[in-house]
Nanobody
Framework: QVRLVESGGGLVQAGGSLRLSCAAS????????MGWFRQAPGKEREFVAR????????YYADSVKGRFTISRDNAKNTVYLQMNSLKPEDTAVYYC????????????????????WGQGTQVTVSS
């Protein structure tokens, strides 16, 4: 059984930083690209960032480019999202997800292209 568990969320003031982690069990993440998504109240889930299965390439939503950094440690089966210069509009529940296809190189940003999801971690940025 595949399980993804996010941690690291919390309350932070605007301009602050948080580091989210996503630990996996039941699947060797090294064969899969991983993504981070977020969902604010009343809004659809939106793509935030993606890292290739090798970690060699990353892709970001325009809204977080230059502020967020996605990384992975395949030895620890863990993916990270470093969030700097946080803004109130970054407030949301953040989810990590695993690409449904192993070794895929095409950038996938739609939620339905990911098959396993964590339970989410709340990030709240106060102004």
């Amino acid at each position: 059984q595949v399980r993804l568990v996010e941690s690291g969320g919390g309350l932070v003031q605007a301009g602050g930083s948080l580091r989210l982690s996503c630990a996996a069990s039941g699947r060797t993440l090294s064969a899969y690209a991983m993504g981070w998504f977020r969902q604010a109240p009343g809004k659809e889930r939106e793509f935030v960032a993606r890292i290739s299965w090798s970690g060699g390439s990353t892709y970001y939503a325009d809204s977080v480019k230059g502020r967020f950094t996605i990384s992975r440690d395949n030895a620890k089966n863990t993916v990270y999202l470093q969030m700097n210069s946080l803004k109130p509009e970054d407030t949301a529940v953040y989810y990590c997800a695993s690409d449904q296809r192993p070794l895929r190189t095409v950038v996938a940003t739609a939620p339905d292209e990911y098959d396993y999801w964590g339970q989410g971690t709340q990030v709240t940025v106060s102004s």
